[in-house]
């Protein structure tokens, strides 16, 4: 990865041997794995020992998880906060491993939606609850950055399943609990990149 990213650098119109540059790809390197080492962690040994049987059905929120993950279009980063909640059907999950399984999605190359969904999905697999929802609120860096429709450079993106998905009223507890503007429309910045030549690609 080193020399790809030293190639990058001269590719730049940089001079990559120059004093600052000359650890750059190894700290480039370093960077990325750490970013992307949601591809190796396990979901299983993440939720070790953290499965626990329970005789409690009301709504289990966890609010306010700090993510970063990367646009898989732009390689820049992504970021914001994702509020979980599910019903139990007899089993929960440790509340402090519900932000690993967050960074686990997170580090890697990624979509907003396909984040939500994959820990919604997850979730639903790993403790057959009665209903799971994500909501993600996040700003790309890959609009903001680069001046196109600034306003919209802040998504937010939902997964309801189960009860979440069947009982408007659980859904709108939960969207009270974490408010968030809703009913909200699926902006995404990624969605407008068919339609602005500046952006494309
Ligand atoms: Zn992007």
Redesign the pocket.
């Known amino acids: 990865m080193k020399d790809l990213i030293r190639q990058l650098l001269a590719e730049l119109g940089e001079n990559p041997a120059r004093e600052g540059l000359i650890d750059t790809p190894k700290r480039v390197e370093k960077a990325l794995r750490f970013l992307t080492s949601g591809y190796t962690a396990d979901v299983d040994s993440v939720l070790n020992n953290a499965l626990f049987t329970v005789d409690y059905n009301e709504m289990v929120i966890v609010k306010d998880i700090d993510f970063y993950s990367l646009?898989?279009?732009?390689l820049?980063p992504?970021f914001g906060k994702c509020h979980i909640a599910y019903i139990p059907r007899g089993k929960v999950i440790g509340l402090s491993k519900i932000p690993r399984l967050v960074e686990v999605f997170a580090r890697r190359l990624q979509i907003q939606e396909r984040m939500t969904n994959q820990i919604a999905e997850t979730i639903t697999a790993k403790i057959d609850p009665l209903g799971v929802a994500v909501v993600i609120e996040a700003t790309?860096l890959?609009?903001a950055m680069r001046g196109v429709e600034k306003q919209n450079s802040f998504a937010i993106t939902s997964a309801m399943l189960g009860g979440f998905r069947t009982d408007a009223r659980t859904r709108m507890e939960f969207l009270e609990l974490i408010r968030v503007p809703f009913p909200v429309a699926h902006r995404l910045?990624?969605g407008r990149d068919d339609r602005d030549p500046v952006s494309a690609g």
Not at 71 to 74: F, G, L, N, P, Y
Request: hydrophobic share 25%; net charge negative.
């Open positions: 646009c898989e279009h732009h820049l992504f790309h890959c609009m910045p990624h």
